[in-house]
């Protein structure tokens, strides 16, 4: 069974910087092109972060380019997103989602439950 | 880029479709057929419904159909049932490595 279980949110003052790791289990996590997606409260998703299943190419939206930064470690089927000055637009419940393959990498097939991020002093 | 537009609600009756569009640009929808739908209940995470504009993952039931035509993409729900009530959100690949979601739709079973 597929499970991606974010960790690492929590409550950090504006310019501040936080990491967040999703760990991955039940499929071949080296395989998969990986993505952080975001919604903030009340408020629809927002894709962040797509990283390339060896960690050699990496994408970020142009809201958070600069500031974030994806990763991943596939000895520890862990995926990472690296928050530095943030704001407070930046909160929201953080996703991780695993990439889909059909003819490309282009959908989100598993989703973890989210882990909290709130920016405020 | 700005997000792909939706009708911020629909509804129907037990039994009734109800159908969703999506709405973007020829740099997204209308430019690539990867357009993917997804479900989300209240406080929990988005599930994969369709993706590559019609296909349905296993598991999905047939009654969840999807099409596109030119900058628009459309979610049928057939024969609605009280565990559709839920948000709807269409998502495409936006090209330079970017993807864009929609507004989102609440779904409401009267």
């Known amino acids: 069974e597929v499970q991606l279980v974010e960790s690492g949110g929590g409550l950090v003052q504006p310019g501040g910087s936080l990491r967040l790791s999703c760990a991955a289990s039940?499929?071949?996590?080296?395989?998969?092109?990986m993505h952080w997606v975001r919604q903030g409260p009340g408020k629809g998703l927002e894709w962040v972060s797509r990283?390339?299943?060896?960690?050699?190419?990496?994408n970020h939206a142009d809201s958070v380019k600069g500031r974030f930064t994806i990763s991943r470690d596939n000895v520890k089927n862990t995926l990472y997103l690296q928050m530095n000055s943030l704001r407070a637009e930046d909160t929201a419940v953080y996703f991780c989602?695993?990439?889909?393959?059909?003819?490309?990498?282009?959908?989100?097939?598993?989703w973890g439950q989210g882990t909290l991020v709130t920016v405020s002093s | 880029q700005s997000a792909l537009t939706q009708p911020p609600s629909a509804s129907g009756s037990p039994g009734q479709s109800v159908t969703i569009s999506c709405t973007g640009t020829?740099?997204?929808?209308?430019?690539?057929?990867?357009v993917s739908w997804y479900q989300q209940h209240s406080g929990k995470a988005p599930k994969l419904m369709i993706y590559?504009?019609?296909k349905r993952p296993s598991g999905v039931p047939d009654r969840f159909s999807a099409s596109k035509s030119g900058n628009t993409a459309s979610l049928t729900v057939s024969g609605l049932q009280a565990e559709d009530e839920a948000d709807y959100y269409c998502?495409?690949?936006?090209?330079?490595?970017?993807?864009?979601f929609g507004t989102g739709t609440k779904v409401t079973v009267l």
């Open positions: 998502s495409s690949f936006a090209g330079t490595n970017n993807f864009v």
């Open positions: 020829s740099s997204d929808v209308g430019g690539y057929n990867y």
């Open positions: 989602a695993r990439s889909g393959y059909s003819s490309g990498w282009y959908y989100f097939d598993y």
């Open positions: 039940g499929f071949t996590f080296s395989s998969h092109w």
């Open positions: 590559e504009v019609n």
């Open positions: 990283i390339k299943s060896d960690g050699s190419s990496a």
